[in-house]
């Protein structure tokens, strides 16, 4: 481990535990090691939460709400710029930890600490800016009041494949609307999780404000669904854990976002430039070696191009260098677990044995003894896939791209919509009133035009159909951790002055 790296992790104690009312203490959940991915071998020993922890928590986060839901919004965000500043100051040791622990390579986790700080920074911003209005009284001599308040204390769930930036973009939201927050990341990934807990008391956030608590997923969603105190459940993560927290939390009825799995078609039209579309699809194919719920799902090319396309594809595969993503100059680094990897081994044999064909693989990875422990899976080119395949069907969330021919544009539109999930697409071509055209048909929540990665923290980003509910980033972002109150009262008056 890198020694930026090392003094990260030494800050947490020689055992990371729970941050929760901004001190660091024991979990009642039990032990659990850290694995690097890339080698199997254990960074960290952590102890998770279990329910009492859950239940401290949100009555510490209760307490501090009290007092931080009338901080004035510019002094809330001038704590989320700190921390936005903080990031950049540690961002090589933040990314080092984040490789170590994720496996992404390091050029790709530097991205994300400037991304998470984009959001610190953004919030930061617009936490001054929910000011209401007033609005005119059907009745003389009345007027209303709308004003926005904090919903309450917030449980924020995120997943492992991008843990420091899917936790920078529901806290900064959750801190700059006034609420205070509970934050589960994921136990697969809890480090850089607990070292932003301990950067933001550094910022000077109040104890009590932003609880981590690192947890099983079974054990966090009873705790959240089943406590009344939380009053907004925002959460990243697949369709069915979308469903089952839907379901859970009825009792209670909080507020909830839900962004959830995808399915994300990238159509390429008949008059594209292949030089732009092959280096623009392998960087979004292999971000996080395919990890990633927007990441192209599904390649739609004209039958005329896909021998052109499948050659500079293919040129460009075996050129990727595969391995420890703390290595340098490595494009693309392991799968998150052995589990992970079975999973997508499973897609392609089943695509195989329906008649699609493997072009192009990548095992360089395996010239490397000492990455023999990790959970690599080769970067694997495949024509020939079929809609009913599973591999076309379901979140691949590994380094496999399926080129999907069609005939002409309507057919490429439908095809690319016969999903239950909308959370994103991509269309590439020259003409781009025919690409716009194409992309206002397509059933999905965000859409990249000749753009690999559309996604800031200036614009909303959320899904439609089964891939959620509720948005993060822009100003919407902000509205998910707000209530609506209105006041009706009589309107000021003069009052005459009577004689002294």
Not at 359 to 384: I, M
Request: proline share 7%; aromatic share 6%; charged share 20%.
């Amino acid at each position: 481990m890198p020694d930026s790296a090392k003094d990260l992790l030494a800050g947490l104690g020689a055992q990371p535990v729970l941050f929760r009312d901004g001190l660091w203490c024991e979990g009642s959940g039990g032990p659990l090691a850290v694995l690097n991915p890339a080698t199997g071998v254990e960074i960290a020993r952590i102890t998770l939460a279990g329910p009492s922890d859950f239940a401290a928590a949100a009555t510490g986060a209760e307490a501090a709400l009290a007092s931080w839901r009338h901080e004035p919004g510019a002094a809330r965000g001038e704590i989320l710029k700190k921390v936005a500043a903080l990031l950049s100051v540690k961002r090589q040791a933040l990314a080092e930890l984040l490789t170590q622990e994720q496996g992404k390579v390091l050029a790709q986790a530097l991205g994300e600490v400037d991304y998470a700080a984009s959001f610190f920074q953004w919030f930061g911003e617009e936490a001054r800016r929910p000011v209401g209005r007033l609005q005119p009284h059907p009745v003389r001599d009345r007027e209303y009041r709308v004003k926005y308040a904090p919903a309450g204390v917030a449980c924020l769930v995120t997943p492992w494949n991008f843990p420091l930036a899917q936790g920078a973009k529901k806290i900064a939201a959750a801190l700059a609307a006034g609420c205070t927050a509970v934050w589960k990341p994921s136990e697969l990934t809890p480090l850089v999780a607990l070292a932003l807990g301990a950067l933001m008391k550094e910022a000077g956030l109040p104890p009590g404000v932003l609880q981590v608590l690192p947890a099983l997923g079974p054990v966090a969603g009873e705790a959240m669904t089943g406590d009344a105190r939380f009053r907004v459940i925002s959460l990243t993560g697949s369709t069915q854990t979308g469903r089952t927290v839907l379901k859970a939390s009825a009792k209670h009825l909080p507020r909830l976002s839900l962004e959830l799995g995808g399915n994300a078609p990238f159509v390429i039209l008949p008059d594209a430039d292949l030089d732009e579309v092959v280096p623009d699809l392998v960087k979004l194919k292999l971000l996080c070696s395919g990890q990633v719920c927007v990441t192209a799902n599904r390649v739609f090319v004209p039958a005329a191009l896909e021998a052109a396309l499948i050659e500079k594809l293919s040129q460009v595969w075996r050129g990727l260098r595969v391995g420890d993503g703390l290595q340098s100059g490595m494009d693309v680094g392991p799968l998150i677990h052995a589990q992970a990897c079975a999973r997508v081994r499973g897609l392609v044999e089943d695509a195989v044995s329906g008649g699609a064909e493997i072009v192009a693989e990548n095992r360089s990875h395996e010239a490397h003894a000492s990455l023999a422990g990790g959970s690599f899976f080769p970067p694997t080119l495949l024509r020939g896939v079929r809609d009913d395949m599973a591999l076309a069907q379901e979140e691949i969330f590994g380094p496999v791209l399926p080129l999907l021919t069609y005939g002409d544009m309507d057919e490429a539109v439908r095809r690319s919509n016969a999903t239950a999930a909308g959370l994103s697409a991509y269309v590439y071509g020259r003409d781009l009133s025919q690409a716009q055209a194409v992309a206002d048909a397509l059933e999905a929540g965000i859409v990249g035009i000749n753009e690999w990665r559309p996604l800031r923290a200036e614009i909303p980003f959320g899904g439609t159909k089964s891939s959620g509910q509720g948005w993060e980033g822009g100003e919407e972002g902000l509205r998910e951790f707000m209530e609506i109150k209105v006041i009706s009262a009589p309107s000021p008056r003069l009052r005459a002055s009577g004689p002294r």
